[in-house]
C-alpha cells in the first residue's frame, strides 16, 4: 500500500530512524526533489532577459512558482509574492525597509514574547536604531485564554503602534494564536498599523487566507514545508510593497541605472536583487502543492489526533517524571512541548538520538519565551504527516530508557 | 559509542568538588549558558603560585557537569601557569569523547568558568 511516508525518500535511507523535529525542518516531499532534480538537470539556466528557449523555459517556471503561491495564500496578485532566502531574511527586509520609513521615537513596534528570535530581534534592534519604543505583549501560551490574549495585545496598541509583529503557531508549545481576532482589535485602535505574521509553523498545517486573516505582511520558510532550504515567501499587500524601499540592490531590482542615479523596478523585483534561488523557487510550489494535497485528505485530522495520543502517553506513562507544557484553552497544533522530572532537556534529547529518536531541545530560538514562562529550556516533539503511533510509541520507549540511564 | 559512559555518569551523578566555600577565594566567577540557561560558579584556592583547592555549584545537564567536575579534578594541584594554558582539547581528553558542535557549550561550560576566575586575578 502507498503511504504518506512512501512520498518521502528520506525514510528509504532511513529507515529505523524516528523524525519527531519537523518544526525545525520538514523532510523533502518527492516532488519537492524531482522539480528540484528536473531543473538542475535539464534546464539550469538563469531566468531575466534570456532569449533562448531553455531561458524563457525557466522563467516560466519560476514566475509559474510565484502565481501556484499567490494562489496557495489566496493573495490577490502573484505580485504579492516576494521570494527571498528564507523566513528571517523576509524579517529583517521589512524591519529594516518599514523601520526606515514607519518608525521614530514616536511611532514603534509592538511584538509578543512568544516570537521566535527571528521576529523579535530585528524589530528590537531596528527599534533601537531609529530610537523608536519597542513593546512585548506578555502573553502566557499556556495559560491564557483567547480573550486575555487579545486584552492583552490590546493593552499595547495605540494611535502610535506603527507595526505589530506576531507568530501564528508558536513554534515552541504549538499554540495557535487568534490572529483574526488580534488583527481585527488592533484596526480597531489603530486603522494604519501593518501586521506582520510569521506563519514558518503553520503554512505546513493549515490553508491560509491572507486576505482573510487580514495582514499586511507575512513570511514563511520553504524548508519547513516539505521543500528546499534557501528559499522563503514574503507576502505583502499591493498597495504596502509598492510603498516599501528595497533592502538590497543589484540586478534585476533596478528600472533604469545612471551614474548618480537609479531607479527601482516595481514590486516583486524590487525585492530581488540579484540571480535568485531559482531551482529552490520552483521546488517550493511544488512542496506546496503537496501541502494543499494533505490540507484536503483526512492527513490534518490525522495528525490532530496523534499529536492528542503524544500527550496521553506521556501522562498516562510519566505522570510523575514529564511535564507536557501545553495551552489550557487554546488549540495547540503538531507541537508536544514538554520536560522531564530532574533529566536536563539536553541529556533527554542526546540519548533519544542515540536511540535514533530526532527531537529538539534547549530554547528553541525563544529565549525570552522561556524566561516569561521560567522554564530555563524544554523537550519539543514536532509532528508531521509521516509520523505515526509507532513513532510516538518508540519515544516513549526512549524516554522510559532516558529516565533509567539518567536517575 | 554512547556520550553517557561510565566516568561521564559517575561525575554527573557524584560530581567532585561541588559547592563552593564560604571562606573568600583568591578567584571565582559566575557562567551560564544563555542557550540552555545552565549557570555554575566557581571558586579557586592559590597558593604560591598552584591551585590548591578548586570547587565549583550550579545546575546543568549531565555534560556540563561531568566536566566541571573532571576539570576541577585535573587542576587542583596543578600550577597556576600550566592551567592557564588549558583549552578545549584539556577537556575533551578529561571526557573522552567527541563532541559535536550542539554540545561544545555544555562540555566548555566548566572550562568558562575557570578561564573567568582566572581572567579576576
Ligand atoms: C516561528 C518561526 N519563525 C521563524 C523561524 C525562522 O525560520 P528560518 O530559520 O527558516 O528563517 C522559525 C524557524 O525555526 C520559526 O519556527
Known sequence: MNTIRDRFPFFSHNPHVVYLDSAATTLKADVALQALNEYYTSYSVNIHRGMYPLAQKADLAYHASRKKIAHFLNAQTPDEIVFTKGATEGLNLLASSLGQSLINPERGVLTSVIEHHANFVPWQQIAKKHNAPFQVALINPLTMTVREICDEFEKNITQDTAILALTHISNVTGTVLPIQEIAHRARQINPHIIIVLDMCQSVQHMSIDVQQLDIDFAVFSGHKCFGPTGIGVLYGKKSRLDNLLPYQFGGDMIYEVGLSQSSFAEAPSKFEAGTPPIAQAISLASALEFVQEIISSDCHNNLKDLRAYCVKQFEKLFPNDVVVHQSKHLDSCAIVCFTVNRCHPHDVAHMLGEQNICIRAGHHCAQPLHKHLNIPSSCRVSLSVYNTTDDIDNLMQGITRVITQLS | ?121
Open chain 2, 1 to 121: 559509542m554512547t556520550l553517557y559512559h561510565d566516568t561521564i555518569m559517575d561525575h554527573y551523578r557524584n560530581p567532585r568538588h561541588f559547592g563552593c566555600s564560604k571562606f573568600k577565594a583568591s578567584a571565582s566567577s559566575s557562567t551560564h549558558n544563555p542557550s540552555c540557561g545552565d549557570a555554575i560558579k566557581m571558586q579557586i584556592y592559590i597558593y604560591k603560585g598552584k591551585i590548591t583547592r578548586i570547587c565549583f555549584e550550579g545546575e546543568g545537564c549531565a555534560l556540563s557537569i561531568a566536566s566541571a567536575s573532571l576539570l576541577c579534578e585535573y587542576t587542583k594541584g596543578k600550577l597556576l601557569r600550566e592551567v592557564q594554558s588549558f583549552d578545549e582539547e584539556t577537556v575533551l581528553h578529561l571526557l573522552q569523547i567527541d563532541v559535536t558542535p550542539a554540545r561544545t557549550r555544555c562540555a566548555t561550560i566548566g572550562l568558562k568558568a575557570l578561564r573567568q576566575a582566572i581572567a579576576t586575578l
